[in-house]
């Protein structure tokens, strides 16, 4: 069979940030990778700045260069386009080949609106045939936690608590590179993201809200930017929480739940108290609990592997705690940490268009534009308890 034709937007030599190259591109150019997909373009603000993103990373000289949306849209070579891109330019670069038919892979946040969300999703042919990156979704830990508790190992779940924190960034100040997540109107900071990426593989765990209110703060409203050099440059006003804590019930996930389990998750910007873990998460049942442990959240990423990553059960009955096993798989564990829940949505994807394109089996479903655009709506509905005007 053909491969899936596969057009970078992103992918930059001088990039703030090298989520495209980290993540995306050692899979794409691994020999696992390439028995599926080929890399035939990029996308970048300009034809040279294309060129150049094909020097810095060694691609072949076949790997076409657009700095145009509506061209690289036009392309009949190219048909998965994905995006890499701040999000308040995911939509202006992939609404044209959206509209075209293409398929696309839009990492999260899907646009920096709920209106420009929409209208994707409306304009999308096919909005299954697509991926969101909510890679958190098909990690091995999250697989893990759902057999656990589909075998009913703690019973039905009662309630489950998640507490995180940003562990990545500053508590104080940011970077000049990331000036941006201190500012409402570009939707790109820590609570769509870090945040937004967490709720999001607790609800593919434990089902969607059935009623929820939050609170959010801006602890640190005046941060200081610091220069390359370490040294301050200035202070600006963040109008972004830096704190969210949301409560509420979960609809009945039948098998799981019982009626009106609630779930308490909160996130905290920065560091958290030094020895403890980055991320604690438990989920309570009718004969035990389940509890697991991390550096950190950012466990769709990768970037929290960095010490232990546990699951325990505490089983009510006998009062014992054991360690339970999770792992990677082993065509996982070829690739970078950061790479491996990427690929795997490339993997399961693949494996859909190789077998016609029918239904998809069961286990093997990723994100796609639909339910982006449901997570955005969650958190259109938390943003405006918060404030009415956002």
Aim: some cysteine; glycine content about 8%.
């Amino acid at each position: 069979m053909s491969p899936i034709r596969v057009a970078l937007i992103g992918l930059s030599a001088s990039a703030i940030t090298s989520w495209c190259a980290e993540a995306h591109l050692p899979y794409l150019l691994s020999p696992l990778g390439k028995k599926h997909y080929q890399l035939v373009a990029l996308l970048n603000s300009s034809v040279q700045a294309a060129e150049a993103a094909k020097k810095h990373y060694d691609l072949p000289p076949n790997v076409k260069a657009y700095g145009d949306p509506s061209a690289l849209a036009a392309d009949p070579d190219v048909d998965l386009v994905v995006v890499n891109t701040r999000v308040d330019v995911h939509f202006s670069c992939v609404h044209p080949s959206v509209k075209a038919g293409k398929a696309v892979y839009i990492e999260w946040p899907l646009t920096e609106s709920l209106g420009t969300s929409l209208e994707l999703l409306k304009d999308a042919k096919y909005p299954s045939h697509s991926m969101i990156g909510l890679q958190g979704r098909v990690m091995p830990l999250t697989s893990r936690l759902k057999e656990l508790l589909s075998q009913g190992i703690i019973g039905k779940v009662l309630s489950s608590e998640v507490r995180a924190f940003g562990n990545l960034m500053q508590r104080d100040g940011y970077p000049e590179s990331f000036h941006i997540f201190a500012e409402r109107k570009i939707n790109e900071h820590p609570i769509n993201i870090h945040y937004g990426h967490m709720i999001d593989y607790v609800h593919e765990v434990l089902g969607d809200w059935e009623s929820s209110r939050s609170i959010m703060q801006i602890q640190r409203p005046k941060l200081p930017i610091f220069g390359a050099d370490g040294q301050v440059t200035r202070t600006i006003v963040s109008d972004v929480p830096d704190l969210i804590s949301t409560h509420g019930t979960l609809k009945q996930n039948k098998g799981v739940t019982v009626p009106g389990a609630t779930l308490v998750a909160s996130f905290r910007l920065g560091q958290q108290f030094k020895g403890d873990p980055g991320i604690t998460w438990t989920i309570a049942g009718e004969t035990g609990e389940l509890r697991l442990t991390a550096p950190g959240l950012y466990l769709m990423s990768g970037h929290s592997y960095d010490g232990p990553v546990t699951i325990q059960h505490h089983a009510h009955a006998t009062d014992e705690v054991k360690q339970l096993k999770w792992d990677w798989s082993e065509w996982q564990k070829e690739l970078p940490v950061l790479s491996r829940s990427t690929s795997e949505m490339y993997e399961r994807y693949a494996e859909w268009v190789e077998g016609g394109k029918g239904e998809v089996r069961k286990g093997r479903e990723w994100p796609n534009l639909e339910d982006g655009v449901k997570l955005m709506k969650e958190f259109d509905t938390l943003y405006k308890l918060y404030d009415p005007n956002w």
